[in-house]
């Protein structure tokens, strides 16, 4: 087997600002989505509620080949195993789909919180280091409410709020590639 070549640092940058534009777009239609239909468990919500983490697993596999970063593995792990907990816990019900993904959100978002950590010198990271301390508390709410829990409509508010934190990220990624192609600077002063 031969080793294959790592992208370099620039191309890195571009192939995940792409992937933060794609992860906004899906989240934001995610959300407006699930915001209709999330207070009962019917087979749209449940599509859905499966399909988000899901498409966690597909961009971390994306992610994991551009950035060759091996920590993705474990958000790949973490996103297949939310979704079969979902499709497990939405034939119980509410309460046991908020646990689930609240146990989800919380490790999820601890994993996020590292990979944006040990990526700061990218740039363009300050959003993705926010967004996975708010998921860690976001599923830590959902887990000490879904007791109470009667409507799913709040993973709505989760996902758009990610889905933001995605585009600010993206943002961030296109001005640090503009200043470092058009000066010497490096890519960590665009942050």
Same mark, same amino acid.
């Given at each position: ?8 640092? &620039?191309? #890195? ?27 009962? =468990? ?34 790949? #792990? ?28 919380? #490790? ?31 599923? &830590? ?28 990220? &993206?943002?961030?990624? =296109?001005?640090?590639?503009? #200043? ?12």
């Amino acid at each position: 087997m031969t080793a294959t070549p790592a992208a370099s640092p &620039a191309s #890195t940058v571009d192939r995940l600002r792409r992937l933060y534009f794609v992860r906004f777009i899906f989240a934001a239609a995610w959300a407006a989505t699930f915001a209709g239909v999330g207070s009962s =468990l019917d087979a749209g919500a449940i599509t859905l509620l499966i399909l988000y983490p899901a498409f966690d697993v597909a961009a971390a596999v994306i992610d994991e080949r551009s950035s060759r970063n091996p920590v993705l593995y474990v958000n790949m #792990t973490l996103s297949a195993a939310a979704a079969i907990g979902i499709a497990f816990a939405s034939t119980d019900d509410i309460p046991a789909v908020l646990r689930v993904w609240g146990a989800w959100a919380i #490790t999820a978002g601890l994993v996020q919180l590292f990979v944006a950590i040990k990526r700061r010198a990218m740039g363009g990271q300050w959003a993705m280091i926010l967004s996975g301390g708010i998921s860690v508390v976001a599923g &830590a709410s959902f887990v000490i409410g879904a007791s109470n829990g009667t409507s799913m409509k709040g993973l709505a508010g989760y996902a758009a709020l990610g889905g933001l934190f995605f585009l600010i990220s &993206a943002v961030r990624l =296109l001005r640090a590639s503009k #200043t470092a192609t058009s000066t010497p600077a490096t890519l960590s002063q665009a942050r």
